[in-house]
């Protein structure tokens, strides 16, 4: 028997559910849509949605595309297009998303010496993911889907712990090692060939809603190599293209080509005492 507590609490959630602005896709949806897209890109494991053996490959799409029909449907209200122009925007785009993403992989295979190939990059790094997942959802964002972009980046965030925002802007060639810990935020420009360890931040100085339409992030240019947990911050800071930032700097401040930045600590090692 419900109870008039009980009751008070459903109404209000009634209540509460009529002043939202307006309906999401499911995370669950969101992220089931994102890995069945993966997979079919790169169909390596056994059990992704396109078996190449008991699929065409035509089916497979058409089934990828009455999924993100679904995902876009909720915000239909929100987009600047009607729903079917938006689908095929994103679907025309997905060529060179595809390109993109191999060229990642293929540089996480060239530069880290533990990769035994292509193969286990796609199916085993989570670096690989959260390029992946962030190359389709920059695509959306581009192509003026609100939200499910965010939706996205956030389903990969909770897997491989790596947070990248959708409307960064990234070079080719992108390289995340381990990743655990990596924030790269919204107004982030990264060049090309570029390389970042786990626990590194692209943030910004301060945090507030007066700043939202400014530039907040760094730039970093190409062929940086950021070592783990360096913090860079601030909208004007620009790293020089082919500089270092060692492991646990704090960088605000732009950092000419060619530089190497490095954190200097002192460890002191003694030897014990034997009474």
């Given at each position: 028997?419900i109870t008039?507590k009980?009751?008070?609490f459903?109404?209000?959630?009634s209540?509460?559910?009529?002043?939202?602005?307006?309906?999401?896709?499911?995370?669950?949806d969101?992220?089931h849509?994102?890995?069945?897209?993966i997979n079919?890109?790169?169909?390596?494991?056994?059990?992704?949605?396109r078996d190449?053996?008991?699929m065409d490959?035509?089916?497979?799409?058409?089934?990828?595309?009455?999924?993100?029909?679904c995902l876009?449907?909720?915000?239909?209200?929100?987009?600047n297009?009607?729903?079917?122009?938006?689908?095929?925007?994103?679907?025309?785009?997905?060529?060179?998303?595809y390109?993109?993403?191999?060229l990642?992989?293929?540089?996480?295979?060239?530069?880290?010496?533990?990769?035994?190939?292509?193969?286990?990059?796609?199916?085993?790094?989570p670096?690989f993911t959260?390029?992946?997942?962030?190359r389709?959802a920059?695509?959306?964002?581009q192509?003026?889907i609100?939200l499910?972009?965010?939706?996205?980046?956030?389903?990969?965030?909770?897997?491989?712990?790596?947070?990248i925002h959708?409307n960064?802007v990234?070079?080719h060639?992108?390289?995340?090692?381990?990743?655990t810990g990596?924030?790269i935020?919204e107004?982030?420009h990264?060049?090309?060939?570029?390389?970042v360890?786990?626990?590194?931040?692209?943030?910004a100085?301060h945090?507030?809603?007066?700043?939202?339409?400014?530039?907040?992030?760094?730039?970093?240019e190409?062929?940086?190599?950021?070592?783990?947990n360096?913090?860079?911050?601030?909208?004007e800071?620009?790293?020089g293209?082919d500089?270092?930032?060692?492991?646990?700097a704090?960088?605000?401040?732009s950092?000419?080509?060619?530089s190497?930045v490095?954190?200097?600590?002192?460890?002191?090692?003694?030897q014990?005492?034997?009474?």
């Amino acid at each position: 028997m419900i109870t008039d507590k009980e009751k008070d609490f459903l109404a209000l959630l009634s209540e509460q559910s009529k002043s939202f602005r307006y309906k999401l896709p499911s995370r669950q949806d969101a992220g089931h849509f994102i890995q069945s897209l993966i997979n079919f890109m790169f169909p390596i494991g056994k059990d992704c949605d396109r078996d190449r053996e008991n699929m065409d490959i035509h089916t497979s799409y058409s089934q990828l595309r009455e999924k993100l029909d679904c995902l876009l449907a909720p915000l239909e209200p929100q987009l600047n297009e009607d729903k079917e122009t938006a689908l095929n925007k994103i679907f025309q785009s997905l060529p060179d998303v595809y390109a993109s993403i191999l060229l990642d992989a293929k540089a996480i295979t060239e530069n880290d010496p533990a990769a035994v190939g292509i193969e286990e990059v796609i199916s085993v790094y989570p670096g690989f993911t959260a390029i992946a997942t962030y190359r389709i959802a920059h695509c959306f964002a581009q192509c003026g889907i609100p939200l499910l972009p965010r939706m996205l980046t956030e389903y990969a965030h909770g897997q491989t712990g790596i947070d990248i925002h959708p409307n960064a802007v990234i070079g080719h060639s992108f390289f995340i090692d381990h990743g655990t810990g990596v924030v790269i935020g919204e107004t982030t420009h990264i060049g090309n060939h570029v390389k970042v360890y786990q626990g590194v931040t692209l943030g910004a100085t301060h945090v507030s809603k007066s700043m939202a339409s400014k530039k907040r992030h760094p730039t970093i240019e190409d062929h940086v190599v950021i070592y783990a947990n360096a913090t860079i911050l601030g909208g004007e800071t620009v790293i020089g293209h082919d500089s270092i930032i060692g492991g646990n700097a704090w960088v605000v401040k732009s950092v000419a080509p060619n530089s190497m930045v490095y954190h200097q600590s002192k460890v002191d090692v003694r030897q014990q005492t034997v009474a």
